[in-house]
């Protein structure tokens, strides 16, 4: 696979030089507002609060990104004049708000925002986060794959990457029921691997996968550690099934449970992280001790991200390393003055 030029360009800038993905997501909106809106007892939460802590994030954890992951809510109008253009920049389009039936979940863009939007205001990638179980009812699992189906059409159209992130969840019929952004308890690993194989498949588009680990959190003994192998199989077929560049995701894992699970994802082949609050929240539960939490994030998350990031040089690979590019994914085709007149414009 030859990746366009817009495509390209966006997968490089979301990594560092050697095509490994060091990425801090900034884009999450329940988990803070709700948690800013509880401190003040409101329902909720003052957009100065929120924004300006999406504006601190950026400016304290910006050097040790690749790239930033911002929503249009907040983090774009209170913080993009803080973030560096050597950094890149992926955008959210799926709203935080879904519609929870029971039997599923349906997700939907935010209101007036696509990929379009993103890609005219300087975007180098389209993140969309969608709720996706097998078993869940099949017409919304459809109405999940029409929805993802047509962000990788338009992503395909304005030749911008396609970062997509899974999530399984509790139905009526489990034990543990949450609607937070939160790891599900009780999830099972065939759900997660059904997922990845099922958004695998060329019709969607997708670039970038984020995904879960497939097995809970606090149940990761690392490389290395316990009955590992075990745990390291699961791992590595949803590498195979995923099939092209993947990162992890944090889901608000602890500091050190995401590590453990950073040992596996990179030993079965993924380039990097997209985190978030593994990184940052233990700092922003000083809020609203604006000075403390500056000094957490740039003390302890920090030198946490400096552990990561010499974790994933050492281990991850290159993005462009994968077998789906043939081993050469930054190879521009055809490489010579040519490749202009077969490069749609927005029209196809």
Known sequence: MTLTPGKLWGMRRMADRHGRFKMTAVDQRPPIKAAIAKHYGTDEAPYADVAGFKRLLIETLQDRSTALLLDPHFAIPAGLTALSPE???????????FEDTGAGRRSSEIDDWSVEKIKRMGGDAVKVLAWYRPDADPEINRHQQDFTKRIGEACAKYDIPFLFELLVFPLDSDAHQ???????QGKRSDDVLRSVEEFAKPDYGVDVFKLESPVAAADVPGVGEGDWQGVQEIFDEMGRLAGRPWVMLSAGASKPAFRKIM?????????????????????????????????????????????LNALTDAEAMPWHAHALFGGDGEAFTPADASFRHGYPGFGG
């Open 87 to 97: 950094k890149g920049l992926i955008v959210t389009l799926e709203d935080s708000i």
């Open 178 to 184: 949450t609607q937070d952004y939160v790891e599900m």
């Open 263 to 307: 040992t596996h994802a990179y030993r079965a082949g993924a380039s990097g992280y997209l985190a978030g609050r593994a990184i940052w929240l233990d700092a922003f539960g000083h809020f609203p001790d604006w000075d403390r939490m500056r000094a957490g994030l740039e003390g302890e998350a920090a030198a946490y991200m400096d552990d």
